[in-house]
């Protein structure tokens, strides 16, 4: 089952500037997690944020996290050229008895020097 | 880096072939996972395990066959490849405690002709 939605599905803009990334899901989730994947490459975690957080920073990094809404927001600041990549959210679902993440549609962001 | 092998990283054979995609991990991880992806797609969740001897099919159908007899091997099959089967197979591993973020191989691409 689809869980969540992504938008924009591209992002491209100049290196310095902050890139906003948006994600709805549909279900309650025990929490939200954020991945990048570079082309050709497996994932990479970012940053995870629980269900009763509303905010989470790590480094140029911050997340954001609205239960009622079910969305969260990725806000990379001063963006560089090596931000490159596709950006996907994943919920941990609260049903499931063991942790399946579903994944967002994903992010494609490119960051031109 | 996380500490999660994938092999071939690419393949290209062809119809009717028997396929098996190596994953390995030296984390001691109980939960492992493959998923398929298509190019600029969500990740698709087609098996995951608890740990050894346990398997499960995950979200998406898929014709493919996995087995765990260690912890930290987790192999995926083909027995009769076909065109369809063409994409991106990741494989993930993730603590016992629920919640805890995945680590990514970095995928083997399948080209089946």
């Known amino acids: 089952s689809q869980q969540g939605e992504e938008d924009p599905q591209a992002l491209s803009i100049q290196e310095g500037e902050n890139a906003t990334m948006n994600c709805s899901y549909k279900?309650?989730?025990?929490?939200l997690q954020w991945y990048r994947q570079n082309s050709g490459r497996g994932l990479v975690h970012l940053i995870l944020?629980?269900?009763?957080?509303r905010e989470k920073h790590s480094g140029r990094l911050r997340v954001t996290l609205d239960t009622s809404k079910k969305s969260s927001s990725l806000l990379i600041t001063a963006s560089r050229a090596a931000d490159t990549a596709s950006y996907f959210c994943?919920?941990?679902?609260?049903?499931?008895?063991?942790?399946?993440?579903?994944f967002g549609t994903g992010t494609r962001l490119l960051v031109s020097p | 880096e996380a500490d999660i092998y994938q092999t071939p990283r690419y393949l290209v054979i062809g119809t009717g072939k028997k396929i098996t995609l190596e994953c390995s991990q030296t984390?001691?991880?109980?939960?492992m996972y493959w998923y398929q992806q298509d190019p600029g797609m969500e990740l698709h969740l087609i098996h995951y395990?608890?740990?050894?001897?346990?398997?499960e099919k995950g979200d998406l159908s898929s014709e493919s066959t996995v087995s765990r007899i260690r912890t930290e091997h987790f192999p995926l099959t083909l027995e009769s490849a076909r065109p369809s089967h063409t994409s991106q197979y990741l494989c993930?591993?993730?603590?016992?405690?629920?919640?805890?973020?995945?680590?990514f191989g970095d995928g083997t691409r399948l080209s089946i002709l």
């Open positions: 993930a591993s993730s603590g016992s405690t629920g919640g805890l973020p995945q680590h």
């Open positions: 279900t309650s989730i025990n929490n």
């Open positions: 944020i629980r269900s009763n957080e």
């Open positions: 994943a919920t941990d679902e609260v049903n499931t008895g063991f942790q399946k993440l579903v």
């Open positions: 984390m001691g991880h109980d939960k």
């Open positions: 395990s608890y740990g050894v001897n346990s398997t």
